[in-house]
Each structure stands twice: as C-alpha cells, then as structure tokens.
C-alpha cells in the first residue's frame, strides 16, 4: 500500500526490458545496423509513448526519471530565456510539488529567476485567486502539478495552463502520479511541458520523460554528445523506453480504477470504525483513486509504522523521508506539525485484494490502541 513511492514491475514489462537488452543494446547513435536497429526500436517505442499522451514522438525526451525531467523543464526553459534581450524572469510554482520543483526553483532563484509559491487549500487544492494575483505579464514558467504524491489531490490544469497562457508564459506540470492512472490527453490539457516516470505506473526504475512542445527552446543541462536534438545528452535507455512504452500500454489496457477506490473506502471505513479516532486529510473528490491520506489522533504516525512492520504505507511523502521536517505538503494545507505527524498515505495499487484491505484494518488497529495505550502509561 505504498504505490506512491514506487510501484511493481508488471511481469509483461520485465519481460519487454529483458527482450530489449538482449536484443537493442547498441547505442542508438551509432550508424552502424545495431545502432539503426536500436534508433528504430527507440523510436517506436516514443512513438507509442507519444500515442498515449497525445503528443507527437520528436517531443518526447527520455530521462532518467522524473527529478531529471523537472530539473529540465525549469532549469532548461529558464537558461534558454537568459539568451533572450529581455528575459522574462518570473517563475511560479505550487508549495505542493516534489522536492525536485521545489529545489530546482531555488537554484534558479540563485541565478536570477523571481521564484513566487502559489498557495493550496486545506484539501490540496491550489487556490485559483492567489493564482491569478501572481499569474503576471513577466511570468516565464509556472510549474503545477497534475495530482500531488502525499494527499492525492489533483489541480485543474486545463484551466491554469489557459490562464499562463494568456500571459504569455509557459505551463509546465509534473504528471509523475497521473500517468497510469488516469489518461493523460496533452491537447485537452494545453501544457508546454510535462514530466513522468515509468517506475510509478508499473515500469522500470531509471527512465522517465520529459514533454516539451515543438518550438520551445530548452537549454540541455547535461553536457556532451548533443544527444536527443541537443536536449539531454547521454547514451539513450533504450530498453528502458520499451519498457516504459509497454507499461503504459498495460494501463491503458487496464484502465480499471474503480475497484481500488472501492478498496480504498473499504480501508477507511474499516479505519475509521476500528481504528478510531483518525481524520481523512486527502480530498474526497478530485483526488487520486487509489490515494489516502489519514490522520490518527494522538498517535505518532512512526510509532504506528512501528508497531505494524508488515503493512507498507509511509509517513508523508517516500521522498523526503531522508529527512525527519514534517512534509511541506500537509504545512502548506494548514496543519499543524503534530498533526503532520500524526499522518499516513496508503497508496493502493490494482494488485491489492480485499483480504489485504481487510488484514491491514485489522492490524493497525491493533497498532492503533497498542500506541495509545503507551502513550497514556506513560502520562
Ligand atoms: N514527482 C513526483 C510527483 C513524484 O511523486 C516523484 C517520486 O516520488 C518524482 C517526481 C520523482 O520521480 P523519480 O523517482 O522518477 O525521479
């Protein structure tokens, strides 16, 4: 119940990646017929990515991830503009988004950008008016999220990615929990930019993509070769595109997320009723379906992970969790730290079954009262 920091390899994508390194593993820039074969294997591969996301191949980037895609996005976007003789400096992002925006924004901040956060609600949710007060005519980027990775909410993109445009600036959103879930539809979207990773909808770790539409200048912050159009140099994961290429095909094909919600209301039913008191911090509408984000009053969300060892779920986001800050996600929707500390995310996957639904009730609940109660013996 921890799909939001990773997911497992569909055995049909293992077997792609293993098929792929077997058979493409010359450098898709040599001339010679291994390296051909590999650029045709590569390019059906993005051809078939680009089908799913609406875009067209020659848009597609292949990274390492998605930190290597949003550090391109913004850093890319913001050092191709410096060439410019009247730079627009002005980039906005969410207090919601991954570390990766959020880090990125402040080194560029360091190197001239004017770096305003956008505000959420207590569900998530950015906050259009503030917004629209920041959304100003020297505004070169914002960066939102499409579905945030803690609470599950997600932004209304469409709508913020008209509003940029307006202004003449470009909307860059990182997709990394959207895609595999839900489709993705680039037209309807209108973004300039996007980012995502294929570990979090059932592919490899280690290979991700970045979305740039045709036009837009983007400084490559890898040095070398020149490789993909001068846009990220480096000998191309091929295998990896194919396998990321086949993983999306599988969510496509198993587009069935209805059951995991069922599972995941199942799970805080069964929560709220035996595990009580606890309080549903992740929105119950516009959110991610297989996403919950819980609060249990009065008891240390680690404690708890403690004390039931078998049920994988995290306190906060996976990716911060080097550090022991409460998540910048639940401070900016208005909790406080003890609450933020008080939380767990589930992240449900279509693998997961009634049974285990049921099992991990049973066993945090157990949990639940074992840490209360050392908690008031030791009042
Ligand atoms: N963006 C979001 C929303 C994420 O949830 C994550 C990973 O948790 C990332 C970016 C980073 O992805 P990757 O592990 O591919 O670098």
New binding site residues.
């Given amino acids: 119940m921890d799909n939001?920091?990773t997911t497992q390899p569909r055995q049909e994508v293992i077997e792609a990646l293993a098929e792929a390194e077997a058979c493409c593993w010359a450098n898709s820039a040599s001339p010679h017929r291994l390296g051909q074969k590999a650029k045709s294997v590569l390019n059906r591969a993005k051809q078939s990515i680009a089908f799913h996301l609406g875009c067209r191949a020659g848009e597609l980037v292949i990274t390492s991830?998605?930190?290597?895609a949003?550090n391109l996005a913004l850093a890319g976007v913001f050092e191709a503009e410096m060439f410019r003789r009247q730079p627009r400096r002005r980039i906005l992002v969410s207090t919601i988004e991954?570390p990766?925006v959020l880090e990125t924004a402040e080194v560029l901040r360091a190197r001239g950008a004017v770096v305003d956060h956008l505000e959420v609600d207590s569900s998530g949710r950015l906050s259009l008016a503030d917004f629209r007060s920041k959304l100003t005519q020297d505004t070169l980027l914002v960066s939102v999220?499409a579905a945030n990775?803690e609470v599950g909410s997600l932004q209304p993109i469409a709508h913020v990615a008209e509003a940029c445009h307006q202004v003449g600036a470009y909307c860059h959103t990182?997709a990394?929990?959207w895609l595999g879930r839900m489709p993705v539809n680039l037209a309807e979207w209108g973004v300039d930019l996007l980012?995502a990773?294929a570990?979090?909808l059932h592919g490899p770790k280690g290979v991700?993509l970045l979305f740039a539409r045709a036009g837009i200048s983007l400084s490559e912050q890898q040095h070398g070769g020149g490789h993909q159009g001068g846009k990220r140099s480096g000998t191309v994961n091929v295998p990896g595109a194919v396998a990321f290429a086949r993983a999306l095909q599988a969510a496509a094909d198993q587009s069935d997320w209805d059951s995991v919600k069922a599972l995941r209301e199942r799970l805080f039913e069964g929560l709220s009723k035996s595990a009580g008191p606890i309080e549903r911090i992740s929105p119950e509408d516009d959110c991610l379906p297989n996403t919950l984000l819980l609060r249990f009053n009065g008891v240390d969300a680690e404690a708890l992970m403690a004390s039931a060892p078998s049920i994988c779920c995290s306190p906060g986001?996976?990716?911060s969790n080097a550090t022991l800050l409460p998540s910048h996600v639940l401070i900016a929707m208005g909790l406080d730290r003890k609450a933020a500390d008080e939380c767990l995310r589930f992240s449900l996957s279509q693998a997961n079954t009634t049974e285990e639904i049921d099992q991990a009730i049973k066993i945090l609940a157990e949990a639940c009262s074992y840490v209360r109660s050392m908690i008031q013996e030791a009042a």
């Fill in positions: 939001n920091a991830g998605a930190t290597e949003n991954h990766s999220m990775n990182d990394t929990q980012s990773s570990h979090k991700g986001s996976a990716c």
